[in-house]
T-cell receptor
Framework: SQQGEEDPQALSIQEGENATMNCSYK?????LQWYRQNSGRGLVHLIL?????REKHSGRLRVTLDTSKKSSSLLITASRAADTASYFC?????????????FGQGTELSVKP | EAQVTQNPRYLITVTGKKLTVTCSQN?????MSWYRQDPGLGLRQIYY???????DKGDVPEGYKVSRKEKRNFPLILESPSPNQTSLYFC???????????FGQGTRLTVV
């Protein structure tokens, strides 16, 4: 089952521009994570924000969380061609399900040189 | 280096021919899962394991089996593959007290 939706589904920008991706979820959460997937490869953890946090930074990444709206956004500043990938938000399933993560559908980001 | 290793990366097989996709992690993680990724359906959990000899069904377990005889290994078994199991498969592991999941590089399976 999918937790929510990501918006936009696809985003195309020029190098140097900022990219913003949004994620909505349905249930209450302990934390929300963002993962990156290069074409057809494994997902790589980018950043985690806890439910009691509103904003978090890591390098060129900025994540915000609005628990009242059940939404999160990922901002990539000064994008590079190497940022081209799919980006997924993920929230915890029930912990008895072996650390299950529930993923959004993802945003496909294309950064043109 | 912390990693989850899946093999093979690519596999083409015929309907009904049993196959196993291996998964191994070197982080001593308790939790391991298998996901499949399909266009329009996203990532869905197939099976999971919370520790050695403890496995259970995820959201889409039909047609799959798993085992967890050792903590590091979590193979996915397709006893009689069918074309609707053509997909991209990921193994993931996660520590019991950790939030971050580590994913393997994926296995692209085609069943003809």
């Amino acid at each position: 089952s999918q937790q929510g939706e990501e918006d936009p589904q696809a985003l195309s920008i020029q190098e140097g521009e900022n990219a913003t991706m949004n994620c909505s979820y349905k249930t209450s959460i302990n934390n929300l994570q963002w993962y990156r997937q290069n074409s057809g490869r494994g997902l790589v953890h980018l950043i985690l924000i806890r439910s009691n946090e509103r904003e978090k930074h890591s390098g060129r990444l900025r994540v915000t969380l609005d628990t009242s709206k059940k939404s999160s956004s990922l901002l990539i500043t000064a994008s590079r061609a190497a940022d081209t990938a799919s980006y997924f938000c993920a929230t915890d399933g029930e912990m008895y399900q072996g650390g299950k993560l529930i993923f959004g559908q993802g945003t496909e980001l294309s950064v043109k040189p | 280096e912390a990693q989850v290793t899946q093999n093979p990366r690519y596999l083409i097989t015929v309907t009904g021919k049993k196959l196993t996709v291996t998964c191994s992690q070197n982080m001593n993680h308790e939790y391991m899962s298998w996901y499949r990724q399909d266009p329009g359906l996203g990532l869905r959990q197939i099976y999971y394991s919370m520790n050695v000899e403890v496995t259970d069904k995820g959201d889409v377990p039909e047609g799959y089996k798993v085992s967890r005889k050792e903590k590091r290994n979590f193979p996915l078994i397709l006893e009689s593959p069918s074309p609707n199991q053509t997909s991209l498969y990921f193994c993931a592991s996660r520590g019991r007290f950790s939030d971050e999941a580590f994913f393997g590089q994926g296995t692209r399976l085609t069943v003809v």
